[in-house]
């Protein structure tokens, strides 16, 4: 699918959602706001926030890698997130990310073993890579799926130009750290959120960072990054479970052994560091057999990888996946 060019002032056929669909929507997600404790704000709060001026990417070359599988609507991407810096609950991060999250100026900082290391400024960071679409299938944990069409560069580009050294073995992603900015980051005594050893970080394995599938991501639906969705560049992984796919990075480090990564320190029975999508390894609370797309009534199954095993299986040729989960 190719983006076509379009002016700031269209709308996109896909921020039009019917009506009854979107209030069904509503009332799923205030419940489940009110269900998710040590949410930042009281549910019910104002639902109406103004949209953030994100400016459109242009005309985007499609990827042989992208899915035809209907993508959800903008709607759904941007009021349903997982975003813990800005709270637990699904509608927290679209509330109190824009215009707290400051998408310029920003710096990416590129570190540990590899030639290119450096401070780089969004633009510089970005430049030479070409940003295409890849519409891609996003496995959430907690068994709820989307198919997001996300702009960005191959990852294993800015792999390549950093020149990681021969003891780079694993690439470790980091999040912010500014309770300024991120209110849980300043939740003392909040139960949950504060006892995260922030910031979020994640990591992979060199070969998974540099397959072809592993994404940095600049924008969704044509635009820019919104703010909850992790402005202005987030790591996608699609063939695993979506918290290791990083928001609003800061930091790439190359490293030799593999690194801390956030849910798997808080919980390494529940989040393992591969994290692979298998329907065939349930979360010690419930089965990862079945999902359920947003914005449909009846689940699906879970496939293996994601659906992506074609392009990753070979990387854990010889493992057991019931171990390194
Ligand atoms: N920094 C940071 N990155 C994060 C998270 C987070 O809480 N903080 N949540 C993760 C989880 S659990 C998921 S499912 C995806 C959700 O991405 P989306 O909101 O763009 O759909 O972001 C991931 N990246
Ligand atoms: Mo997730």
Redesign the pocket.
């Known amino acids: 699918m190719l983006i076509k060019k379009r002016r700031a002032s269209d709308v996109l056929p896909s921020e039009i959602t019917p009506e009854s669909i979107y209030r069904d929507r509503r009332r799923f997600l205030r419940t489940s706001a009110l269900a998710a404790a040590g949410s930042l704000l009281a549910p019910g709060w104002s639902l109406a926030k103004p949209m953030e001026a994100l400016e459109p990417l242009g005309e985007l070359p499609a990827s042989e890698f992208s899915t035809d599988t209907p993508a959800n609507t903008y709607e759904e991407?941007t009021t349903y997130?997982?975003?813990?810096?800005f709270g637990s609950g699904k509608e927290d991060?679209m509330r109190l990310a824009p215009g707290r999250l400051e998408h310029r100026p920003w710096t990416v900082t590129v570190s540990g073993e590899a030639e290119n290391t450096g401070e780089f400024g969004f633009d510089d960071f970005m430049r030479g890579l070409t940003v295409e679409e890849r519409i891609y299938r996003?496995r959430?944990?907690e068994a709820w799926s989307?198919v997001?069409p996300w702009a960005g560069v191959p990852l294993a580009e800015v792999i390549r130009r950093a020149r990681p050294t021969s003891r780079a073995k694993y690439v470790k992603f980091y999040?912010g750290y500014d309770p300024q900015v991120f209110p849980a980051q300043a939740a003392r005594g909040m139960g949950f959120l504060a006892s995260i050893d922030w910031p979020?970080t994640e990591g992979l394995r060199m070969d998974e960072a540099m397959n072809p599938l592993t994404l940095l991501a600049t924008g969704l639906y044509g635009k820019e990054m919104p703010s909850?969705?992790?402005a202005p560049i987030r790591l996608v992984v699609p063939w695993k479970y979506?918290?290791k796919?990083?928001?609003?990075v800061v930091r790439i480090h190359f490293q030799e052994t593999e690194p801390e990564a956030t849910w798997n320190q808080l919980a390494p029975h529940e989040y393992g560091f591969y994290a692979n999508v298998n329907p065939n390894v349930d979360h010690p609370r419930w089965s990862q057999a079945r999902e359920r797309r947003i914005g449909e009534f009846f689940k699906q199954d879970t496939l293996m990888f994601n659906g992506y095993q074609e392009e990753v299986a070979h990387l854990y040729a010889g493992m057991d996946l019931s171990k390194h989960y």
């Open positions: 991407i997130n997982n975003f813990y810096e991060p996003l959430c944990v989307m997001i999040t979020y909850q969705n992790g979506g918290f796919s990083i928001k609003s």
